[in-house]
């Protein structure tokens, strides 16, 4: 039911008996697991121009945990899953953000599926009571300025029963997917369609694409294919068969030597999303004019890379963080003429984070980690 509340100044349109407090899991502080709080916390307020979202499903991305780490600190060496082992609690790390200090506490969360409970002066009215994916990545400046602001690094995010979010980033999707299926999506698909546009992957183009099997890596390679691309998979020889199930032309392992089973200038583009001590063995397969594109740095930050194999063959290589503007709205026609295919690897509670989290980082599942709040499994 319909009703118009007042708020100070700010006149919302929204749900009736809506609730004050919620659950949710607060990031204390940068550390380990412990830093993780399930409590009760207040509904965040909606501001001109905002709207409420009622968090339907929230997937588990790399991010929140690099974030939560302070992984992104330059004097941090180490693979993600390595920091985790041995991660300190209250780790100060004033650089460990995205690109500027993370403001703990914080609600962290950067994939939600949800439907729009309340909304603003100033925001589309017509949002109210659509089944929504929320754009976690926005453009501060639009988008002929590179700057932008996360959801879940830059202000709180989906590990709630509710979020807050400008209007402009919540899309209506028209889809059989289930809530779980449609928050699989917008960080890992986000980035893949992003990677691969920056790297202008076209029909012809031969793509290898490592660390396959992970969400970022089962959305590259689905939309590398819908592309029209011959894309090849590395993973752990478990996961080949699920990958070529994916549509994958050729799947290799990881410890297969590459240069050996595709040969010197093979390959078009590479998809990067490990690093490590193997990124600089790419670019010998690369052909003269091909393109590298990264997005991510799993297995280690810091890499060997002979420069020769990047100028001597005219080679590009491309860093992606932020979005383009058509990233969102491509998925979204993705999903709704189904020429994706979600992968939920498995879903927990809310309030089970850390298990989830414990689960993400042995990485033996393929496609995503999904947290559904109480009440809505």
């Known amino acids: 039911m319909r009703g118009v509340i007042v708020l100070k100044t700010e006149v919302v349109t929204g749900q009736k008996n809506l609730p004050t407090m919620m659950k949710a899991v607060v990031t204390k502080a940068q550390g380990g697991f412990e830093q993780l709080v399930y409590q009760d916390v207040p509904v965040p307020k909606i501001m001109p121009g905002q709207v409420l979202v009622r968090v339907l499903a929230a997937g588990v991305n790399n991010t929140e945990i690099n974030t939560r780490m302070g992984w992104y600190s330059s004097s941090v060496v180490q693979a993600t899953n390595q920091m985790a082992d041995n991660c300190a609690p209250q780790v100060s790390l004033t650089d460990g953000g995205w690109g500027a200090p993370t403001p703990f506490p914080l609600i962290q969360g950067t994939d939600c599926c949800g439907e729009v409970v309340a909304v603003a002066e100033q925001a589309n009215e017509s949002l109210l009571g659509e089944r929504v994916l929320v754009r976690p990545c926005t453009r501060v400046n639009g988008f002929d300025d590179l700057e932008a602001v996360w959801m879940a690094s830059d202000f709180d ?56 099997s992970g969400g970022v890596g089962s959305a590259t390679v689905q939309l590398a294919k819908r592309r029209g691309a011959f894309v090849i998979a590395v993973s752990s020889v478990s996961k080949h068969e699920l990958l070529l199930s994916l549509g994958v032309d050729k799947v290799l392992a990881r410890e297969d030597d590459l240069l050996a089973a595709l040969g010197e200038n093979s390959v078009d583009v590479v998809v990067d999303n490990v690093a490590g001590a193997s990124f600089g063995k790419a670019f010998a397969l690369l052909k003269r004019g091909g393109r590298l594109v990264t997005s991510g740095a799993i297995a280690g930050p810091i890499v060997e890379l002979d420069l020769r194999q990047l100028y001597l063959k005219d080679v590009t290589l491309i860093g992606t963080t932020t979005w383009d503007e058509s990233v969102f709205p491509n998925l979204m026609g993705y999903i709704e003429r189904d020429e994706i295919k979600p992968l939920v690897a498995q879903c927990f509670s809310l309030a089970d984070i850390v298990q989830a989290q414990k689960v993400f980082l042995k990485k033996q599942h393929v496609g995503k980690i999904v947290l559904i709040p109480e009440g809505r499994a």
């Open 157 to 212: 995010g989906a590990f709630a029963e509710f979020v807050v979010v400008n209007a402009t980033e919540v899309l209506p999707v028209d889809s059989h997917w289930s809530d779980a299926e449609l928050a699989s999506i917008p960080c890992a698909y986000g980035t893949a369609e992003n990677m691969l546009q920056r790297a202008q992957v076209k029909a012809s183009d031969v793509v290898l694409v490592t660390g396959a």
